[in-house]
């Protein structure tokens, strides 16, 4: 088992920024891609973005490319995702996720845990 929890959301201004935060803990964090998920009210999960083990495969959804950031530090079994340039359409329950294997996949059904997710509200 893998558990996750996310931090870091909030309420934020549109324009401005936020990072998140994903915690690791119960097995090698090394041995899994990790991905950022979210869903607003009214609407699908949708994809964001992903970063293999080793952190050198990294893919992003289109509707972020350019304002959001992934990365992880190994050695702090964490994922953060840096959202700059915050629209009022990010606001959502933003989910951590882990997949085992070590792939990186924009694909939902392939990630093995979830965390509980934390609320990004973008006012205008």
């Known amino acids: 088992q893998v558990q996750l929890v996310e931090s870091g959301g909030g309420l934020v201004q549109a324009g401005g920024s936020l990072r998140l935060s994903c915690a690791a803990s119960?097995?090698?964090?090394?041995?899994?891609?990790m991905g950022w998920f979210r869903q607003a009210p009214g609407k699908e999960r949708e994809f964001v973005a992903t970063?293999?083990?080793?952190?050198?495969?990294?893919y992003y959804a289109d509707s972020v490319k350019g304002r959001f950031t992934i990365s992880r530090t190994n050695t702090k079994n964490t994922v953060y995702l840096q959202m700059n340039s915050l629209k009022v359409e990010d606001t959502a329950v933003y989910y951590c996720?882990?997949?085992?294997?070590?792939?990186?996949?924009?694909?939902?059904?392939?990630?093995?845990?979830w965390g509980q997710g934390t609320q990004v509200t973008v006012s205008s």
């Open positions: 996720s882990a997949r085992s294997g070590g792939i990186a996949t924009i694909t939902e059904y392939e990630y093995d845990y």
């Open positions: 970063i293999s083990r080793s952190g050198l495969s990294i």
């Open positions: 119960g097995r090698t964090f090394t041995n899994y891609a």
